[in-house]
T-cell receptor, first 115, second 111 residues
Framework: DADVTQTPRNRITKTGKRIMLECSQT?????MYWYRQDPGLGLRLIYY???????NKGEISDGYSVSRQAQAKFSLSLESAIPNQTALYFC??????????????FGPGTRLTVL | RKEVEQDPGPFNVPEGATVAFNCTYS??????FFWYRQDCRKEPKLLMS???SGNEDGRFTAQLNRASQYISLLIRDSKLSDSATYLC????????????FGKGTSLLVTP
């Protein structure tokens, strides 16, 4: 079984609809992240959470919100989807131990299309 | 100026060839460095961290030059299965939130 799972894997929706993307992990990591990837662009950070009570905005948080329901679950919501939110969305986790690099592990991605 | 820059390629090489990718980063305070591999429409997967002394993992060798602010990845004896996009990733700290991703370098290994 995959350590980081995302649902749905593909979603097509219409402008103005509310969408929730879900991420679950069995790695036991405290840190979770949401990224989006657009063609020709690098991954960009939307939100991140270092534990259940910690939520932080990333580079491109406008138009998105998140919820950290438990250590293992981190959801991304688009309150009113718009076409330029069409992208590939990745969830990631990491377990920084206070020294050395903080390696991130990615879920399989959700391909979202907003019409 | 983009924080992490890579030549997008594509690099087309025959099986068995040696190929090298470079990546430059703009912030001299960057602390940690990685190469990730991403197959088409799939998630990035860690290939290797990059250490100041350079490090090797089988056919892959990574080097870091802090003075010139660039990172390299060398792949020896290329395999068809090495075909992918290679992402250079730089972290302003050792903590995950400040990761900056390059756009990736595309490699195609041909028979």
């Amino acid at each position: 079984d995959a350590d980081v799972t995302q649902t749905p894997r593909n979603r097509i929706t219409k402008t103005g609809k509310r969408i929730m993307l879900e991420c679950s992990q069995t790695k036991g990591h405290d840190r979770m992240y949401w990224y989006r990837q657009d063609p020709g662009l690098g991954l960009r950070l939307i939100y991140y959470s270092f534990d259940v009570k910690d939520i932080n905005k990333g580079e491109i948080s406008d138009g998105y919100s998140v919820s950290r329901q438990a250590q293992a679950k981190f959801s991304l919501s688009l309150e009113s989807a718009i076409p330029n939110q069409t992208a590939l969305y990745f969830c990631a986790t990491s377990d920084y131990l206070g020294q050395g690099p903080d390696t991130q592990y990615f879920g399989p991605g959700t391909r979202l299309t907003v019409l | 100026r983009k924080e992490v820059e890579q030549d997008p390629g594509p690099f087309n090489v025959p099986e068995g060839a040696t190929v090298a990718f470079n990546c430059t980063y703009s912030n001299s305070a960057s602390q940690s460095f990685f190469w990730y591999r991403q197959d088409c429409r799939k998630e990035p997967k860690l290939l290797m961290s990059v250490y100041s002394s350079g490090n090797e993992d089988g056919r892959f060798t990574a080097q870091l030059n802090r003075a010139s602010q660039y990172i390299s990845l060398l792949i020896r004896d290329s395999k068809l299965s090495d075909s992918a996009t290679y992402l250079c990733v730089v972290n302003l700290s050792n903590s995950g939130y400040a990761l900056n991703f390059g756009k990736g370098t595309s490699l195609l290994v041909t028979p």
